[in-house]
């Protein structure tokens, strides 16, 4: 399979507990995203790595998010301190430049 | 403001039908691009259709075609001929730039038998 995965596809912790979810991108695309998407919405941008340098990072990412690109090919997501607000569907998506991003299964996070 | 509208929570559709899903934007960029996306059940945003800001033709893909109106800043996607398989979410999606993707809050198709 050569499409973005995404691990775990589900996730459920207590608040307060860390969590990291793991993204594979497409093996030639050197642009790799990541969105929240929660019930009923549109997903949102959170960032975005150009091979790995972390280029932008929107304003949902607060201070207990963390994501990381070390080597340029996968990627992790850490949220620190869970909440229940963070209970969401976390999408990684990959694409070359100027080019159609292509999603992973997403990893559903349910904070209990 | 929004940066995408889409104007329809739900949408019902005969099969074999063709059905239009609405899609706005606003942008003072020249240069974006508008994709379209369908989330099944399943959860997996699949990618259908682009649509660059300076292509003069409407893009097209199967059954997918997708209706750029530049001056009325709309990007409605046309699915022809639907099938019970098109019943999912669609997303319209907004690149300015080099940038992320910004997504409306989407419309759910259901396709009647």
């Known amino acids: 399979d050569t499409g973005v995965s995404q691990d775990p596809r589900h996730k459920i912790t207590k608040r307060g507990q860390n969590v990291t979810f793991r993204c594979d991108p497409i093996?030639?695309?050197?642009?790799l995203y990541w969105y929240r998407q929660t019930l009923g919405q549109g997903p949102e941008f959170l960032t975005y790595f150009q091979n790995e340098a972390q280029l932008e990072k929107s304003r949902l990412l607060s201070d207990r998010f963390s994501a990381e690109r070390p080597k340029g090919s996968f990627s992790t997501l850490e949220i620190q301190r869970t909440e229940q607000g963070d209970s969401a569907m976390y999408l990684c998506?990959?694409?070359?430049?100027?080019?159609?991003?292509?999603f992973g299964p997403g990893t559903r996070l349910t904070v209990t | 403001a929004q940066k995408i509208t889409q104007t329809q929570p739900g949408m019902f559709v005969q099969e074999k039908e063709a059905v239009t899903l609405d899609c706005t934007y606003d942008t003072s960029d020249q240069s974006y691009g508008l994709f379209w996306y369908k989330q099944p059940s399943s959860g997996e945003m699949i990618f259908l259709i682009y649509q660059g800001s300076y292509d003069e033709q409407n893009a097209t893909e199967g059954r997918y075609s997708l209706n750029f109106q530049k001056a009325r800043k709309s990007a409605n996607l046309v699915i022809s001929a639907s099938q019970l398989g098109d019943s999912a979410m669609y997303f319209c999606a907004m690149r300015e730039g080099r940038r992320a993707l910004t997504f409306g809050s989407g419309t759910r198709l259901q396709v009647q038998p």
């Open positions: 093996s030639e695309h050197n642009r």
């Open positions: 998506a990959s694409s070359s430049p100027l080019n159609e991003q292509y």
